[in-house]
């Protein structure tokens, strides 16, 4: 590929395929320059450009092919053919690079050292005003991956076929306050999702997770039995508390009932209740639900 850059029809493509770049826009002057300046590399796909936490600074013109962006070895962004990379540290040359980029395929990039940059905007301030316009175009197009701020705590409620009556008391319970409460059985799993997919989405959207802890099955201990809550319970309150933290997981315990839980789960914000179908279901598990309220108040959105 480098072939095509070679003599002087391949200056005259890599000075018109920099005209196309979004810094320049079209201006003849700065193509020229950044031409005559650069250094034509190509990269494999698989092949880094940039190392986060680097210390070179370097700002690459992506003329054909395409590369990612990887923010503490997280993907954030693709960029093709007509963008830049690297002008952050560029700008800020004793800062060090804030993002690792690979080629995402066989890549030809432009290499301007940050010394040839500085000269050229110099002399060219417009460019520092496209740099700018730019990086507001990445910033609102990231800010849209960002959740809003709520008002509506929302609630997730997490138990056993068998302990639904309980977690229903504790739903109608909020029925009156500013919380979205959702029971698994609300619509959460999709026909067209993985059920894991669905717990995902839920962690991702909600402030607090609540899982009944109900006596379903027998656990063999050392040699004794114990009352065991369900083992999908156990799972996805490990789950939410992986995201939101120990004080907005919160296990509810039957107060006659020594629940066999995981070890690991000590030190999680525990509530015990008590629950018997019939007339009295609403009073009995009140006081639990009081403790709830006001511990899900005291801590509010998790924004």
């Not at 890599?14 to 320059?33: A, P, Y």
């Amino acid at each position: 590929m480098l072939n095509r850059f070679q003599g002087d029809s391949g200056h005259r493509l890599k000075k018109d395929l920099l005209n196309l770049q979004r810094m320049v826009q079209g201006n003849s002057l700065i193509s020229t320059e950044v031409a005559e300046k650069s250094t034509i590399r190509e990269f494999s796909s698989g092949e880094t450009l940039i190392e986060q936490n680097g210390h070179d600074n370097s700002i690459y013109f992506i003329l054909s092919g395409s590369v990612e962006i990887f923010v503490n070895g997280y993907p954030v962004a693709l960029r093709g053919a007509g963008n830049h990379v690297g002008e952050m540290a560029a700008i800020e040359p004793a800062h060090r690079r804030s993002a690792t980029v690979i080629a995402k395929e066989d890549t030809i990039v432009a290499e301007l050292s940050e010394h040839d940059f500085t000269d050229i905007a110099t002399r060219y301030p417009e460019i520092y005003r496209l740099i700018a316009r730019e990086l507001s175009r990445r910033l609102l197009k990231r800010n849209k991956l960002v959740s809003g701020a709520r008002e509506k705590i929302k609630v997730f409620l997490i138990c056993s076929t068998e302990a639904l009556p309980i977690a229903r008391a504790v739903q109608t319970a909020f029925e009156h306050d500013n919380f979205l409460t959702t029971l698994w059985t609300d619509g959460v799993f999709k026909i067209s999702h993985y059920p894991l997919q669905s717990l995902e989405e839920q962690v991702d959207s909600s402030d607090f997770a609540i899982a009944v802890a109900h006596a379903d099955d027998l656990t063999i201990f050392r040699g004794q039995e114990w009352p065991s809550s369900r083992d999908n319970v156990v799972f996805e309150l490990g789950l939410f508390m992986g995201r939101l933290g120990r004080q907005r997981a919160i296990l509810m315990e039957p107060r006659e009932s020594k629940i066999k839980l995981p070890s690991d789960l000590a030190g999680i914000t525990t509530i015990t209740y008590r629950f018997e179908e019939g007339s009295d279901a609403a009073a009995l598990i009140a006081p639990a639900c009081n403790q709830l309220r006001n511990h899900i108040v005291a801590l509010g959105p998790n924004n």
